[in-house]
C-alpha cells in the first residue's frame, strides 16, 4: 500500500510527453498496459483485478477505441505508448475510466497529465459532467480526482453470488427493446435528471437490457445487472424484481449503493456477497438520486 513515505516527485519529461486519441492499432498495447496496471494493484492489494485476463483487455478495448462514442487518450513517451483514459460519451454525463498507466512508469505525473487531457475534452465537448467510480484503497486515483474537482457521492459495494431465481408478485420481468427507450429514458431522467439513453440502447441492441413493469407501466430497467450495467427504479422492490430475475450477475457483480440499507440488507439476506468497496464520484452536474438505483463500474 502506498505510503506517504513511498510517494516521489520525478515528473517525466513533458517535452517527449505526447497526448493523442487512440486509434485501432492502440488497442493491443493499451490492453496489455491496463492488464497490467489493475494486475498490479490487485496484487498489492490481494484483491481481485478489474480486468483479470489479458484477453478481455484487448476486446474491451477493441470495443471501446472504435465505439463512436467512446473516446480514448494515450499517453506516449518519446513515441511509445504508456498509458491510456477512456471516456464515454454517450450521455452528457461523461463515465471516466479506466485510467491506466504502465506500473514501471507510475507515480511520475502521467496520471496527471491523462486527467488534464480528459478535462480539456469535457470542456471541449461541454459535458455537463462527468463521473467515475473509485477503489478507496487506491490512494492515487482518490488523490487525483480529489484535486481535479470531483466529490465524493456514493459508497459502493459489488455484489455477487448466484442467481436468485427470485419473482416479486405484481413486478413482470421482461426484455427490454427499442420500443421501451424513451420510457426508460424518462424514468432515468426522474431519477438522476438526465438519461443515459446510448448506453441503454446499446444494452438493448446486445439483448441485455431488462425492464419492469408494475400496474401496467415501466417502472425500472437495468441494461445489465452486473459490473458495467446500470439500472433505475422507482422503488427498491422495482430493482429486486430486476436482480431476482438475472440470470447471472456480470463481471465483479453489481454494483449498490450502501446507503440504501434496505436494498443492501435484502441482497445479503438472499445469500450474496461483498466483492470490493469502491465509491462514486461526480464533477459538474449531480442531482441527488429520486427513486433507486444501482450504478455501473463507469458510473
Ligand atoms: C491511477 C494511475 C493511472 C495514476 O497514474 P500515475 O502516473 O501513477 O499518477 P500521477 O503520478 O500523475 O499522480 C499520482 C498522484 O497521487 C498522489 N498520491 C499517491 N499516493 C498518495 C497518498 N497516499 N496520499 C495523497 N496523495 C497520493 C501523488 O502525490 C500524485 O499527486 P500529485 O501530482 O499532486 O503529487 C496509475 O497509478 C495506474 O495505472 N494505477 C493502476 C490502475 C488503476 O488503479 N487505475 C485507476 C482505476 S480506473
Known sequence: MPT???????PVSTTSLRLRAATAADAETCARIAHAAFLDIAQRHQ???DIPTLDLAVRLFGHWIT???FHVIVAE???RLVGSVVIDERACIAGLGPFTVEPALQNRALGRQLTQAVAARLAERAARGARLVQAPH???TLSLCIQAGFEVREPLVSLQGAALGISLPGHVVRVATLDDL???NRLCQQVHGHDRGGELADAISTGRARLVERDGRISGYASEIGFAGHAVGETNADLQALIGAAT??????????TRNGELFRWCLGHGLRIMQSLTLMSIGFYQEPRGAFLPSIAY
Open 4 to 10: 506517504a513515505a513511498t510517494l516521489h516527485t520525478d
Open 47 to 49: 484483491l481481485p483485478a
Open 67 to 69: 465505439h463512436p462514442n
Open 77 to 79: 513517451l518519446a513515441g
Open 138 to 140: 487506491n490512494f492515487t
Open 182 to 184: 424513451a420510457a426508460c
Open 248 to 257: 447471472h450477475f456480470s463481471g465483479q457483480g453489481f454494483l449498490l449503493p
